[in-house]
């Protein structure tokens, strides 16, 4: 069966970094787009970054952008989000999640994993 | 940026029961509209996209409509693991957003 497994959460100071990474399996992980949400208590879910399949295609929101680099390495399985100087807004539960469709982004995201939480503080 | 309003916030309902729940689209969106489900500490689940399409392995009892800047989730009878928070989202419009979510509880 499918299954996302995200871990490199924690606690990390302002202006600090992280790595998020993202475990795939259960299916042929470089035939999908791959997003990266992230949610804080009480709102739905905000996009922070994709990539596509073949890591040709990459987008940031506005948020983020200059500041995380999404990447994945399709030997292993794996995406991974890199997070550098990091605010209190930046603190949420990440999600790696996968697109629908196969070789295309439909934005419509059928399997998440459980989250990884990121918690900034002094 | 597309903001997409959920209503009501939260719905007191009893299993058995029949509950509707409102999205609205600041600006149409055409049928691009999907709907999640989320229990506390899980993540989303993909219930319907498509504005009507049941994802693989949805129960029957889910069903949408809708389409512009009008959607609605209609679940037909309630079901005790059915309580849960419920996310509509757009991906009609650059960039992809979420509603503010509608809290159905007992």
């Known amino acids: 069966q499918v299954l996302l497994v995200e871990s490199g959460g924690g606690l990390v100071k302002p202006g600090g970094s992280l790595r998020l990474s993202c475990a795939a399996s259960?299916?042929?992980?470089?035939?999908?787009?791959m997003t990266w949400f992230r949610q804080t208590p009480g709102r739905g879910p905000e996009l922070v970054s994709y990539i596509s399949h073949s890591a040709t295609t990459i987008y940031y929101g506005d948020s983020v952008k200059g500041r995380f680099t999404v990447s994945r390495d399709n030997s292993k399985n794996s995406l991974y989000l890199q997070m550098s100087n990091l605010t209190a807004e930046d603190a949420a539960v990440y999600y790696c999640a996968r697109d629908r469709l196969r070789f295309s982004s439909s934005w419509v995201h059928d399997f998440w994993g459980q989250g990884s939480l990121v918690t900034v503080s002094s | 940026e597309t903001v997409m309003t959920q209503s009501p916030a939260t719905l007191s309902v009893s299993p058995g029961e029949r509950v509707s729940l409102s999205c609205s689209a600041s600006q149409s969106i055409s049928s691009s509209l999907a709907w999640y489900q989320q229990k506390p500490g899980q993540a989303p689940r993909l219930l319907i996209y498509?504005?009507?399409t049941r994802a693989t392995g949805i129960p029957a009892r889910f069903s949408g409509s809708g389409s512009g800047t009008d959607f609605t989730l209609t679940i037909s009878s309630l079901q005790s693991e059915d309580f849960a928070v419920y996310y509509c989202?757009?991906?009609?419009?650059?960039?992809?957003?979420f509603g503010g979510g509608t809290k159905v509880e007992i």
């Open positions: 259960g299916f042929t992980f470089s035939d999908y787009y």
């Open positions: 989202q757009q991906y009609n419009n650059w960039p992809l957003t």
């Open positions: 498509t504005s009507s």
